[in-house]
């Protein structure tokens, strides 16, 4: 098991699993590792206290109080940045495996966080674009894509509808993510 598999066992995720077995509009743990890589990525990140209160709205439910679920995501924060801050360059990695080739990408794991990673960035979406429009706009494609939240929109449809693309995309996306990282930090 990769460090990152191990992250998702761990109280944070699995509280949000826990919130996501009630509430269909809760973000589970896939979901929130995405959310949670994209604050890290973020020029101006939301405070631990800030995304406790967007991940956990009734942090009760998840058995851990407001102040151990802070705990956790500063850890978790920690742990991601040290990914991206690390020489190895295949260090970051995407807590989800595609283990059939044939899964429809749009509709599996990486679809969804992607699209925690999407909630995050939307939510921050002029601080993201002032560091640079275009290069973070590239960078975001396959992610908007990968996501399937826009797979209905013209745009999009054409790219969503060619699983040979959609896999080349899952397949550079750990490097999508250093490249985003890196970008922020230099023009950020």
Known sequence: MTDSELLLDG??????????????ESFDAIMGHGYLTAQVISPRPDSPEEICRTMFP??????L???????????????????FNNDDEDSFEIPVFLEDSEEDLLDSPLA???AGFLEAHMSQEEAWLAANEQAVAELLLPIAVLSGVFADEEEFEEMSDNPELLEDMAIQLPEVMVELYLLMRTEG
């Not at 009734?58 to 058995?63: C, D, F, K, Q, R």
């Not at 995501?73 to 920690?78: K, R, W």
């Open 65 to 83: 109080s407001e102040e151990e679920l802070v705990l956790q995501i500063q850890g978790v924060l920690s742990f991601i940045d040290s990914q």
């Open 11 to 24: 109280p944070l995720f699995q509280a949000l699993d826990r919130m996501a077995d009630t509430d269909d």
């Open 112 to 114: 969804d966080w992607c």
């Open 58 to 63: 009734n942090p009760e439910a998840t058995g």
